[in-house]
Structure formats: C-alpha cells, structure tokens
C-alpha cells in the first residue's frame, strides 16, 4: 500500500503511520516527531498485545544494513540537515538595514544519498513490512534542494563563486526532480512494503484580475504538501485530525483529567484505490485512526465474513 497521511501538527498522522505492520522503518525527517507520536502507539500496542513495543533509535549515521530486524518491532533513523544559522537568521549588514543571506547550499545532497541508500537497503529485507518517511513534505524539500546543491557545485567547478550575480538560488520548475521521488515510490512498492508518507498541508491559491493586474489568492482549499504528484501514485490518502473529547465525567467531586484531550480522528480524502472500496469510500470516517481501523473499514465494504 502506498498512502499518504496528511494533517496539521500534532493531528495524528505520525501515530496512524507507525501502527501499520511490523518490523517498520520510520525515518525521522522532522526531528523530534518520533517522540511526540510513539506514546500513543506504544500504549495502544500494550493494550491490544499485552506487550511492549520493541523501538531501536538509531544514530545519525548508524549503517541499517547491520541491524536485526527480528530484534525490534519499530527501527527509527534521524536525518538531519546542516542547520545554517546565517540562512536562518542573516547577517546584518552594517552600511544599512538590508540583509543578506548565504547563497551556498551545504551538506543537504548527502542527506539525500543516505536516505536512497537506506530506503534501497531496508526495502531489500525480506523481514520488513513497512517504511516510513515522517515527512514527505520535508523529504521533497531535501530531495529539491540536493538538486540545487549539484547545480551549484558544477557552478563552482566551473570557476563561478557563490557571490556572482549568476549564481543559482533557485531551481526552474522544468528541473524540478519529479522522476527522484517517483523513482523512489516505484522502488519501495517493487519490494512489496507499505510506504507510509505523512504530509503537512498548504493552501491552494489561485489568480484573479485586480483592476489591470493579475494577484494571487488563497482559495480556502488545502492540498498534501510535498512532491505534487503524490496523490496520483498514492493508493489511498487519509485527512488526520483531532476533535476535543467533550465528555465530563465527575471522580471524587473532580472532573476528569482526561477532559478536553485531543482525540485523534482520521478520514478518506482526496482518493482510494483499495481492493473493495474505491472512490466510493471518500469521506468516510475510519473506525478508528489506525492500518487496523482501515482494514476494518475494507473488510466491511467488501462484505467479508
């Protein structure tokens, strides 16, 4: 199954995604996102198991080629790209109040690599079911910016310094590297894992004629964010959300602690290719936000016993 899982921060989606079958390979492109969402997973797990969940956390540069995937029920791997403080915060020009900002990109092509040679590797072992990129928004922008650090890198080869006027800050959209993340989706669904792909959202804009001049506009409408032809590849794409839980309940003259928790909630968006179901399942609630809750869900439509 290759599905994407989409929501705002703290929605649910990283949680739905690490629910799907054992061993999985997540791998954290937005550092610390692990953590937020495997409590619940992990509770989750203890509930219906009994059990606990085996999690190995990897280092940065750890070789996944050497792990024992019958060890652990959940393998997780950070990539972390150079954190440029010159590019985040500028450099204050002294003559007067612009800034200006590095023009170099450094060290994010080899972030790129290691996650090609790790997806390459893990999808290879028979024992895995499923890998997880957390986020695939954050994974087009690596793949992105890699291919402009390349370009660059010919640049400087070719004499032309970070500083002249031609130097690339920018990819044209007929370069952008569509066929990578194709590649790279076609590769993990010809080893026969899930790929489980979360997404933050962004606006949909559109253009309008103002007087003589054409300006752009927010529709209103969202859409996954990330590679723009995902949703095409996708067999299913889910919305994750939260509702507060509205129930009171009064214990010993108090309310309940749990009281104005967020409770997770997902539902069938934008498309579904699954055996049984189809576009006909479109905004439909799922049982419960999990790879268990949707294979209730096509169970059910299917009219299995």
């Known amino acids: ?65 050497k792990i024992k995937w019958s060890e652990w029920d959940i393998v997780t791997k950070p990539y972390i790209t150079p954190v440029q403080l010159e590019k985040l915060m500028g450099v204050q020009q002294k003559a007067g109040v ?20 790790d997806t390459v590797t ?16 954050q994974l087009w922008w690596i793949c992105h910016t890699s291919l402009l650090q390349e370009k660059q890198e010919i640049q400087i080869a070719q004499g032309i310094k970070p500083e ?41 804009y559109a253009t309008k004629l103002v007087g003589e001049r054409l300006e752009s506009y927010a529709t209103g409408e969202v859409t996954p964010d990330g590679f723009k032809h995902t949703v095409t590849l996708d067999d299913i794409v889910l919305w994750c959300y939260t509702e507060i839980d509205k129930r009171r309940e009064i214990i ?14 997902a539902r069938i968006s934008l498309k579904c290719g699954l055996s049984g179901m189809g576009m006909k399942a479109v905004g439909l609630e799922l049982p419960s936000p999990s790879y268990d809750g949707l294979m209730e869900l096509q169970s059910m439509m299917r009219g299995d016993a």
């Open 1 to 65: 199954m290759i599905i994407s899982l989409w929501g705002v921060e703290g929605s649910g989606k990283s949680s739905v995604g690490l629910s799907f079958p054992k061993p999985l390979f997540h791998q954290e492109l937005d550092i610390g996102g692990f953590d937020r969402a495997v409590w619940f997973v992990e509770k989750q797990y203890k509930e219906d198991t009994g059990k606990s969940l085996r999690i190995k956390r990897c280092e940065p540069k750890e070789d996944v080629s």
């Open 98 to 117: 612009s800034v200006r900002f590095p023009r170099q990109v450094l060290g994010v092509k080899e972030v790129w690599q290691d996650i090609i040679i």
């Open 122 to 137: 893990v999808g290879q072992v028979p024992a895995v079911k499923t890998i997880m990129p957390d986020s695939a928004t």
């Open 164 to 204: 002249h006027k031609d130097f690339r800050e920018k990819l044209q959209p007929v370069e952008f590297p569509n066929n990578r993340v194709r590649e790279i989706i076609y590769s993990v669904k010809s080893f026969g894992k899930h790929y489980v792909m979360t997404h933050y959202p962004k606006d949909i």
């Open 252 to 265: 010993k003259g108090m309310e309940n602690p749990d009281y104005n928790k967020p409770a997770p909630h």
